[in-house]
């Protein structure tokens, strides 16, 4: 059986019938006994991009949350993806939340969790990560604190300096609305703090990105920019889930936790193109937040987004949608008169492009 297409159309009902946790550890085992098999992207040398030092094949990643443990990178990168993150990690393995903690709208085409960074901690990531070193392809890894953790600095710290030698990029979650007071350290000054603090001890050739929440207000956002300005982060991703509430249809938008997919699409790009101006595109931006076809990866691009991610359109659409974005895209390009992905970055926000 092959996920990428025919196979996941055949275990879509199995999976869906199951508890979306059960579905996604199901998926994970079956990739890890190779049944994946291999679906990449066609090549589409315009889709190409260098940034913070790295050459990504193509701009669709596959977003945190769905490989945390390292178990299958080179799996997610054999689907096609042009890049792939892991995580979140904690320094210490955590059980997370409660059980129930991830549930499917279907109706909405979204997923909330409240997950909390249940994890196997660094050092059981850092061993398998260790191991595939010689595999290629961009793996970044996500880190974040331990729940109960008395200095979450020194977590982030802890993170950065042990995968350092086997992440293509780093990337420092400070936006989970899971872990209580977490999204503090978006708050301009404690900000600041952990920034110097991380840059202090980054090598120089490790890009460490930012991932924020879409709920910050404009000042908030300002702040944050400001921040990361001057080198401080390779890029910033934006976004993670959001904890507002759109207008849903599933019964299951009571539950608490972070709303991601196609309702989050539209705040998550609304902030990614305020972020672009107000930065100059100074600061290259990831997309993430409702991607789930080429029309709103192409969204993303023209916002400002150099890159996207998503990981909630997999539920619904499986792993070939990674070939379709790229397919689409490259079709875009065309349509506009682009050479290259790089060149329609942020067009919607240029004087040209209005």
């Not at 290629?136 to 600095?153: F, L, P, T, Y």
């Not at 703090?193 to 990105?209: F, G, S, T």
Request: proline share 5%; net charge positive.
């Amino acid at each position: 059986m092959n996920f990428s297409r025919l196979g996941f159309a055949l275990a879509k009902p199995f999976l869906h019938q199951l508890d979306a946790e059960q579905a996604h550890k199901f998926t994970i085992a079956a990739l890890k006994t190779g049944l994946g098999g291999r679906d990449s992207a066609a090549n589409y040398p315009s889709l190409q991009s260098q940034l913070f030092g790295l050459t990504f094949p193509n701009p669709v990643g596959l977003a945190p949350g769905f490989d945390k443990n390292a178990e299958v990178p080179d799996a997610m990168l054999a689907q096609g993806f042009g890049f792939v993150e892991m995580g979140t990690v904690t320094p210490r393995p955590q059980a997370g939340n409660a059980k129930p903690r991830l549930f499917r709208l279907a109706d909405d085409q979204a997923v909330i969790n409240r997950m909390g960074f249940n994890n196997d901690g660094c050092d059981v990531v850092f061993k398998r990560l260790e191991a595939r070193r010689k595999h290629g392809g961009i793996v970044g890894v996500n880190i974040g604190a331990n729940k109960d953790s008395e200095d979450r600095i020194a977590d982030y710290v802890l993170g950065l300096q042990k995968f350092a030698s086997v992440a293509s990029y780093i990337t420092v979650n400070i936006s989970s609305p899971n872990t209580p007071g977490l999204r503090n350290l978006q708050a301009r000054d404690d900000l600041q703090r952990l920034l110097d603090q991380l840059n202090a001890k980054r090598p120089a050739h490790l890009p460490m990105l930012l991932k924020i929440a879409p709920d910050l207000s404009v000042d908030e956002l300002q702040d944050v920019a400001e921040c990361c300005a001057g080198g401080a982060v390779s890029a910033v991703i934006i976004s993670n889930t959001t904890i507002s509430r759109p207008p849903l249809k599933s019964i299951e938008a009571k539950e608490t936790g972070g709303l991601s997919g196609k309702p989050l699409f539209e705040l998550s790009t609304q902030q990614l193109s305020l972020f672009y101006q107000m930065t100059g595109g100074a600061i290259p931006v990831i997309g993430a937040g409702g991607v789930a076809d080429a029309e709103t990866a192409w969204a993303k691009i023209i916002a400002g987004a150099s890159l996207v991610q998503l990981y909630s359109a997999l539920v619904y659409k499986g792993p070939a949608l990674v070939a379709e974005i790229c397919a689409g895209l490259s079709q875009k390009l065309v349509q506009h008169n682009f050479l290259r992905l790089q060149d329609a970055v942020g067009y919607q926000n240029t004087k040209s492009g209005k």
